[in-house]
C-alpha cells in the first residue's frame, strides 16, 4: 500500500524557514516532488526530483527553496528560505509510481498535505 507522509509544516514569520519532509512507502518512486494550494487557488508544482537528479522548480521558489532526496529512505525534504506570506499554503507531498498499462502514464499519489502558513 502507498502511502506518503507529510511533516513540518507549521507557523513561521516571513523571512523564516520551514523544511519539510515526506516519508514515501509502499513502492518505488521515479518521481518526488511538492505542490502546494492556496485558499481559493488551483494546486500548482513547487517541486519534483526525480531519481536521476532532475530538478524542476516553479520560478516563483527558485533561489528560495531547494528539494533534495534521501533514496535509501525513499524521503523527500523541501528546504524554504526567505519565506513569504504569498508562501501560505497547504503543501502536498506527490510521488509519481510504476505506468498504467492501460492508460500508458504514471500513477499518481498524494499525501494528505501539511499547512505551512507565513505571518507578516
Known amino acids: 500500500q502507498v502511502q506518503l507522509v507529510e511533516s513540518g509544516g507549521g507557523l513561521v514569520q516571513a523571512g523564516g524557514s520551514l523544511r519539510l519532509s515526506c516519508a514515501a512507502s509502499g513502492g518505488i518512486f521515479r518521481v518526488l516532488g511538492w505542490y502546494r494550494q492556496a485558499p481559493e487557488k488551483q494546486r500548482e508544482l513547487v517541486a519534483t526530483l526525480t531519481l536521476g537528479g532532475h530538478t524542476d522548480y516553479a520560478d516563483s521558489v527558485k533561489g528560495r527553496f531547494t528539494i533534495s532526496r534521501d533514496v535509501p529512505k525513499n524521503t523527500v525534504y523541501l528546504q524554504m528560505n526567505s519565506l513569504t506570506t504569498e508562501d501560505s499554503a497547504v503543501y502536498y507531498c506527490?510521488?509519481?509510481?510504476?505506468?498504467?498499462?492501460?492508460?500508458?502514464?504514471?500513477?499518481?499519489?498524494w499525501g494528505q498535505g501539511t499547512q505551512v502558513t507565513v505571518s507578516s
Open positions: 506527490y510521488g509519481e509510481g510504476a505506468i498504467n498499462i492501460i492508460t500508458g502514464r504514471p500513477i499518481g499519489y
